[in-house]
């Protein structure tokens, strides 16, 4: 079955780099139609969408937040990446990998998520 | 980038009862829209996706209508385990979410 796992620091420093981890399984990123999503959610609040990943190595990324994310797979871990600059209190949210597959791209499996706390 | 706009903020029900949410964009998305079921401290669930698609697993209660701009996700007679938050998503353009409905017992 198809499951998926985000993995990283609970507590960074503000101005700090966020490196998360998502590890999955029951599916290839090298399939054609296969995404995987960041997505993140502050404590209280309502999701947004970070970045997403393709099986032919497309990268897309929120427009407010493009210049502090990058995104990257390794296919033969079954793992995507993300790293994000310059961590800010604000950022303080749950982490959320999901999939997505096909020609819709809606988020059909997700991760548990992971919390990341932004303070000195 | 479009903006989605979810209604009520909080919906109180009986249980038993019908739920109406509503999720307005703020441009056309077609049928890319998808509803979401999340309750605290877990991931969202995949409820509807293609504005009326029930995904895998999704009991009949739940039901999503609506094109372009105006959708509407009901839940025909809520059960105890429906009592969550419920997101819009449009994947028409890009990817963006409402800001939820909570639905509590009455």
Same mark, same amino acid.
């Given at each position: 079955q198809v499951t998926l796992r985000e993995s990283g620091p609970a507590l960074v420093k503000p101005t700090q780099t966020l490196t998360l981890t998502c590890t999955f399984s029951g599916f290839s990123l090298s399939t054609g139609g296969m995404?995987?999503?960041w997505i993140r959610q502050p404590p209280g609040k309502a999701l947004e969408w970070l970045a997403l990943i393709d099986w032919d190595d497309d990268k897309y990324y929120s427009?407010?937040?493009?210049?502090?994310?990058?995104?990257?797979?390794?296919?033969?871990?079954?793992?995507?990446v993300l790293t994000m600059t310059k961590m800010d209190p604000v950022d303080t949210a749950t982490y959320y990998c999901a999939r997505t597959y096909g020609d819709l791209y809606y988020f059909d499996y997700w991760g548990q998520g992971t919390l990341v706390t932004v303070s000195s | 980038e479009i903006v989605m706009t979810q209604s009520p903020a909080t919906l109180s029900v009986s249980p038993g009862e019908r739920a109406t949410l509503s999720c307005r964009t703020s441009q056309s998305v077609s049928s890319?829209?998808?509803?979401?079921?999340?309750?605290? !401290?877990?991931?969202?669930? @995949?409820l509807i996706y293609g504005a009326s698609t029930r995904a895998t697993g999704i009991p009949a209660r739940f039901s999503?209508?609506?094109? !372009?701009?105006?959708?509407? @996700?009901?839940?025909s007679s809520l059960q105890s385990e429906d009592f969550a938050v419920y997101y819009c998503q449009q994947y028409n353009n890009w990817w963006t979410f409402g800001q939820g409905t909570k639905v509590e017992i009455k």
């Open positions: 995404c995987v999503s427009t407010s937040l493009k210049t502090r994310l990058t995104i990257s797979k390794d296919t033969s871990k079954n793992q995507v | 890319n829209l998808a509803w979401y079921q999340q309750k605290p !401290g877990q991931a969202p669930r @995949l999503g209508s609506g094109s !372009g701009t105006e959708f509407t @996700l009901t839940i």
